[in-house]
Each structure stands twice: as C-alpha cells, then as structure tokens.
C-alpha cells in the first residue's frame, strides 16, 4: 500500500533498474496510483517478475529489457514504451551500483600497506581505472543517456517529471568506495544542472538520496553468514539517528510528492535526503 495516493491515471512512467529491490517498489507504487509503468532493467526476467507483481495487482506494467549506458538499446526501449503506451510522462533514473574494483579494502591508509602484496588487500594505490570507469559510467552515463531516450517525448509534449537516485554519499562519502561516492555527487550535480536546463520547457528535475536500506547489492557487505550484522552495518546503525535500516516503502512518500504536480509543482532542483537523520548526525 502506497502512504498517500496521487492520481497518476493516463501517465506513462519509466523505471530504470526496475528490476531491482528499491526500484521496483518505485514501479509498483506508481501503477497503484494509476500510472503505465515500464520496468527497465538489464536482466528482463527481473523487469518482467515486476511487471508480473504490478499486473496480478491489477495495474498496467510491462517489462523492457534495457542496457543504460547503450543508446542503441534505449533508443529501442523508448520505441517499445512508446508503441504501448505513449510518450514518458514521467522517468525515474533508478540504474546505479558501484563495483569491487573501485572500492579499497580497508577505511585508512597505513604506511605499512604500501608495497603489499596480499590476497585482499586494495589500497587506494591499487584502485583500477577501469573499475572507477565502469562506476562513474553506470552511475552518470546512466542517468544521463535514458534521460536522453525518455526526455526528448516530455520536451516535444506536455512536460513531464524526472526523479533520479542520488545517495547519502553524495553529500557525505563513505569510506572504502571512492568511485560510487563520488559518482552519486555527481547524479546530484547533474540533477541541479538539468533542472535549470529544462526549466523553460516544462520538466521538472529532481533527485531522492538514500540513506541506508538493505538491498541486494548490499546485503553481502552489511549481513554475515549466520544473520547477524557486519562491522560495517554496526557502524551505519550508530551513526543513523533512527538506529535502523530503512524500509523500501518509506521512500515512496518522497517519490510520490516529487511526482505529483499538485503536491511539487514549483520543487525542482531538490535532493531529498531519505536517510533516518544520517546526514543530521555529527556522530558526538
């Protein structure tokens, strides 16, 4: 269940990494409200078991197989959204993640460590260029080019409204992933930039900015074996306010407001904090 309803009848919504566990509460949200929603995602078995969940609730989804850093590829999902269901009304830039090769193994560097070589040690010395690519690409590149696929419909039509995914790294970076922090700063320049770029054309831009929630891109670094939390979800917890993780559904409240008109109608720029007072907290 949605925390507020909005009425989103006769939209068509795009979701990018829909397939996945935030992204695709994003999707289900949104056809609970009335929109056509398009799941992306690269796996199309995981867009199509969305789709699947919204449809057997009675909502309009499908599945679109869509790789966001080829335009080819958008290109071809934007032909397939829009024979089904018209032009995108609204987009949501939900692709993201980070990767191993653009992540140290350790928060600090210590002198000791240079010159090491020892099976899962990376320090920032060891950092490979084409992993820090591949984030920055996945991250930027891909909020960027399904804004140019889905975008160009809103421009040409009425408008329309554009939520990318930003994180708590953007405004804080986390220890160990350089390349992700740093990638999400700048899915939150990119959002303030676009926003004033599109203000004269009737698309709004804005972006949500995570805190902490249990996915499964993250599960293996913040749950051990036996169920208990790592050091690293210790951490998280005591430097969250609220002393938890978040849920996927409480990011739905700030999805729905950003894509309401009625509700958002003059917020464009934003980078809305989702984070149990993460970003609040000095940590004394």
Known sequence: MVPLKIDLKNKT?????????????????????????????????AADKVADAIKAAGGTAMGVAANVLEPESLAEAERIVREAYGPADILINGAGGNHPKGTTSKEYLFKEDLGKTVEGLTTFYDLDPKGVEFVFNLNFLGTLLPTQAFSRGMVEGKGGVIVNVSSMNAFTPLTKIPAYSGAKAAVSNFTQWLAVHFSRVGVRVNA?????FLTDQNRGLLKSDDG?????????????????????????????????????????????????????????
Not at 21 to 33: D, H, K, N, P
Not at 38 to 45: F, G, M, N, P, Y
Not at 253 to 268: I, K, Q, T
Request: hydrophobic residues 50%.
């Open 208 to 212: 949500i900015a995570p805190g902490f």
């Open 13 to 45: 919504a795009v979701v990018t990494g829909g397939g996945g566990v935030l992204c695709g509460a994003f999707s289900m949200a949104l056809a609970e409200c009335g929109a056509k929603v398009a799941v992306l995602d690269l796996r199309k078995e």
């Open 228 to 284: 208990s939390w790592t050091p690293r979800a210790d951490k998280i917890l005591a430097n969250t306010p609220m002393s938890r993780f978040g849920e996927p559904e409480e990011l739905l409240g700030a999805l729905l407001f950003l894509v309401d008109e009625g509700a958002s109608s003059f917020v464009n720029g934003a980078v809305l904090p989702v984070d149990g007072g993460f970003a609040a907290y000095s940590g004394v």
